[in-house]
């Protein structure tokens, strides 16, 4: 098996049946798989994939787990040499899956890939950002990351998508992993991050491990844009909080600890804004 695609699903039935429609029209040398993992929906998600897509693996959670755990379910399923974390709302061309797949197996210094997300009004999207660092998160919170440099480490506002290029963490609506890698790290997505910044954490472990990961431009998917998150916005503002503060209580280290609770206190600010108030937000 060449090629496992995972596509954790909650409630964007519609969607799902383009994606899995447009996988449908790929071939890959060697053969793939799709796996799908439905969070309990209820919009009639796993009755489509039974009738339409009879060749799909679909596993019908009881409960919702998450994206991360959802993930990890998928991969534990899967048998291919590369792994493909999907999202469902997009659709993709007749060739990208080949092409992609082709692609990381000859750069073999790098673990993962991934590709130009197209937004319904045919430009790319901003899906590209750096490591969380204090600098900048600072900046992004200041807004002056939007004036110098050294503050856009994190945002990267300027950005070039029409460039191939390194990539410290691409948007997790496409990533192409070397199943290898996935499978020497013990729960791959750790579900400490249920939706927010488990693929940046992923990444993060990958980059100490020495793993590279690729931005390729020629490469291009339609991208519809968090049709599961839509649906709890609010709270899913506070949760991309929360994890963002987990992810720094896992990351940072010696010195750089000190900042910690102030951190903390500015990122919690930062969700009250832009929450417009306070919501308990996801739980597990």
């Known amino acids: 098996m060449k090629l496992s695609i995972v596509i954790v699903n909650w409630n964007t039935a519609s969607f799902?049946?383009?994606?899995?429609?447009?996988?449908?029209?790929?071939?890959?040398?060697?053969?793939?798989?799709?796996?799908?993992?439905?969070?309990?929906?209820?919009?009639?998600?796993?009755?489509?994939?039974?009738?339409n897509f009879p060749k799909?693996?679909?596993?019908?959670?009881?409960?919702?787990?998450?994206?991360?755990?959802?993930?990890?379910?998928?991969?534990?399923?899967?048998?291919?040499?590369?792994v493909l974390t999907?999202?469902?709302d997009t659709v993709l061309d007749d060739s990208v899956l080949q092409r992609a797949v082709s692609l990381l197996e000859s750069m073999p210094q790098y673990g993962c890939?991934?590709?130009?997300?197209?937004?319904?009004?045919?430009?790319?999207q901003r899906s590209v950002r750096g490591f969380p660092s204090i600098a900048g998160i600072f900046g992004d919170i200041t807004g002056?990351?939007?004036?110098?440099?050294?503050?856009?480490?994190?945002?990267?506002?300027?950005?070039?998508y029409e460039r191939s290029q390194d990539a410290q963490q691409p948007?997790?609506?496409?990533?192409?992993?070397?199943?290898?890698?996935?499978?020497?790290i013990p729960g791959p997505f750790d579900e400490q991050f249920p939706i927010f910044f488990n693929e940046v954490d992923l990444l993060r472990q990958m980059q100490r491990m020495g793993w590279k990961c690729w931005y390729e431009s020629?490469?291009?998917?339609?991208h519809f844009g968090g049709e599961?998150?839509?649906?709890?916005?609010?709270?899913?503002?506070?949760?991309?909080?929360?994890?963002?503060?987990?992810?720094?209580?896992?990351?940072?280290?010696?010195?750089?600890?000190?900042?910690?609770?102030f951190l903390t206190l500015a990122i919690w600010l930062g969700a009250f804004a832009r929450a417009r108030g306070f919501h308990e937000g996801f739980r597990p």
């Not at 130009?116 to 790319?124: A, E, F, K, N, S």
């Not at 991309?240 to 609770?261: E, N, V």
Request: glycine residues 8%.
């Open 86 to 88: 999907l999202n469902s």
């Open 218 to 222: 020629k490469l291009s998917i339609k």
């Open 144 to 160: 002056l990351g939007k004036l110098f440099p050294y503050f856009d480490s994190y945002r990267l506002t300027k950005f070039d």
């Open 228 to 261: 599961s998150t839509k649906q709890v916005k609010k709270s899913m503002v506070w949760e991309s909080h929360r994890s963002l503060i987990r992810y720094f209580s896992k990351d940072l280290r010696g010195m750089a600890r000190i900042s910690l609770p």
């Open 16 to 51: 799902l049946n383009d994606c899995l429609a447009s996988i449908e029209l790929n071939h890959v040398s060697g053969d793939f798989e799709t796996i799908v993992v439905d969070n309990l929906s209820n919009d009639g998600s796993v009755e489509i994939v039974r009738q």
């Open 171 to 184: 948007m997790g609506t496409f990533l192409l992993f070397r199943g290898s890698i996935l499978r020497e």
């Open 56 to 82: 799909v693996i679909l596993l019908a959670e009881q409960h919702n787990h998450g994206y991360a755990k959802g993930n990890n379910l998928g991969i534990a399923a899967s048998k291919g040499e590369f």
């Open 113 to 124: 890939l991934a590709v130009q997300l197209v937004g319904t009004d045919g430009r790319p």
